[in-house]
């Protein structure tokens, strides 16, 4: 009796693993569907379909009885499609895009036998999707690089979809920089995030907050899928965030990059610009590269990524400043008996310890503990909210690697 439980406890748990397996593909792969007829409209059963992609992948399948053919669970790319049947001329479709989640609708309309007929099919998936209810918008690679990421992190454009809401990014955020959507007025912490198959929530929270980030060059695509998802792409009652890192080809490609900013390119901080301090050090450095290409042809491919960030951020809003209540009576002399009578406002005698840090300096001549901001206070024991930098300093070295 022990081992027939044992024996169904195993089975369940792989079961229940098998379906997380697919779900987790479901939500990062694409399909292509479509209909073989010939010139009269008639459908054709038993025609053959073979679909080879750019980076190798070949897969076969035949038309049902209604004529209908479907691939499933593939990898986001440009497919090319051959479509043969007894007594027709071969039919090849061209440029066939799949995107993340999404449905491609590729039809064939088949002649009488002869020579090679080529077609060539429009990519984009439609705008308006017939074949399933799910709705949301696919980010391509090339949307990633050619929009404005302050802190290149692609999270900065997951609300480009319609129904989405996020804060406005800062282009002084420290690091990473990561955004927290809702999606139709679900919270924060009701999405559900999968990278390459893995569901990588953030721990706690369930949020798109301290996730891994992929750099957006080893990015191919990603979607937020807002309602009407299947249970296969939906694990939470908010947004489904899916995102596919890229693949190697059987040709070599890759790039450099660098990524600059610092002081000169920057204007000062309002309020700190006000309290009549320095522009705050702002310097950071993101640079790296990719390569992919074929390791066995038309079988194995790689790709590769590195990204380093080298930052000193004084600027940040969370990271690097704080408000500070300063006597109004704190300026910029600090001579010993302007500091006793101020002490003395407050009934208080000024401790030596207390009177070295109020004259000492920085390196660069600014005093360590600023003076109060302007104002219009005629008593000097007001305390005047000062806003304060100090500078905060982000090192990171990312690899990402894929083998399919």
Same mark, same amino acid.
Do not use: C
């Given at each position: 009796m022990n081992r027939r439980i044992i024996a169904i406890t195993i089975n369940l748990a792989l079961l229940l693993s098998m379906a997380s397996w697919a779900a987790a593909q479901t939500a990062t792969t694409g399909q292509i569907i479509g209909l073989v007829t010939d010139s009269t409209g008639a459908v054709?059963?038993?025609?053959?379909?073979v679909?080879?992609?750019?980076?190798?992948?070949?897969?076969?399948?035949?038309?049902?009885?209604?004529?209908?053919?479907?691939?499933?669970?593939?990898?986001?790319?440009?497919y090319h499609a051959v479509v043969t049947a007894t007594g027709f001329k071969q039919l090849e479709l061209n440029n066939v895009v799949v995107q993340i989640t999404a449905t491609t609708t590729a039809d064939a309309t088949l002649t009488v036998a002869g020579v090679v007929q080529t077609v060539n099919v429009t990519a984009a998936a439609p705008l308006v999707s017939t074949a399933t209810s799910s709705e949301g918008r696919v980010i391509s690679d090339s949307q990633i690089r050619q929009l404005p990421l302050p802190t290149r992190n692609f999270q900065q454009l997951l609300a480009l979809s319609p129904g989405t809401v996020a804060s406005l990014s800062n282009n002084t955020e420290l690091g990473r920089g990561d955004t927290n959507i809702d999606v139709n007025g679900q919270r924060t912490t009701s999405n559900n995030v999968v990278i390459d198959g893995t569901m990588v929530n953030s721990p706690g929270t369930n949020g798109t907050g301290n996730l891994?980030?992929?750099?957006?060059?080893?990015?191919?695509? !990603?979607?937020?899928?807002?309602?009407?998802?299947?249970?296969?792409?939906?694990?939470?009652?908010?947004?489904?965030?899916?995102?596919?890192?890229?693949?190697?080809?059987?040709?070599?490609?890759?790039?450099?990059?660098?990524?600059?900013?610092?002081?000169?390119?920057?204007?000062?901080?309002? !309020?700190?610009?006000?309290?009549?301090q320095r522009r705050p050090k702002?310097?950071?450095?993101?640079?790296?590269?990719?390569?992919?290409?074929?390791?066995?042809?038309?079988?194995?491919?790689?790709?590769?990524?590195?990204?380093?960030?080298?930052?000193?951020?004084?600027?940040?809003?969370?990271?690097?400043?704080?408000?500070?209540?300063?006597?109004?009576?704190?300026?910029?002399?600090?001579?010993?008996a302007t500091l006793d009578a101020l002490a003395?406002?407050?009934g208080v005698t000024l401790d030596p310890i207390a009177q070295a840090m109020l004259q000492a300096k920085l390196p660069?001549?600014?005093?360590?503990?600023?003076?109060?901001?302007?104002?219009?206070?005629?008593?000097?024991r007001t305390l005047i909210p000062t806003p304060l930098s100090s500078v905060s300093d982000f090192t990171e070295d990312q690899f990402n690697a894929n083998i399919d």
């Open positions: 054709i059963s038993d025609a053959k379909v679909l080879t992609s750019d980076a190798g992948v070949t897969r076969e399948t035949a038309t049902g009885p209604d004529g209908r053919y479907r691939f499933v669970l593939l990898p986001p790319g440009v891994s980030v992929p750099a957006p060059d080893a990015i191919q695509e !990603f979607i937020v899928q807002t309602s009407l998802y299947d249970a296969t792409q939906g694990r939470n009652s908010g947004g489904n965030v899916a995102v596919v890192t890229k693949s190697g080809t059987d040709q070599f490609h890759g790039n450099l990059y660098e990524f600059h900013r610092n002081d000169a390119l920057n204007a000062n901080d309002w !309020f700190l610009n006000r309290a009549g702002l310097l950071r450095n993101q640079f790296g590269g990719t390569l992919g290409g074929p390791l066995v042809k038309d079988k194995t491919f790689f790709f590769a990524s590195y990204q380093g960030t080298r930052e000193r951020n004084g600027a940040s809003l969370t990271n690097s400043l704080m408000l500070a209540n300063l006597p109004a009576g704190l300026t910029n002399d600090r001579s010993t003395a406002d407050y660069d001549g600014n005093w360590a503990i600023p003076s109060a901001a302007p104002n219009a206070a005629a008593d000097p």
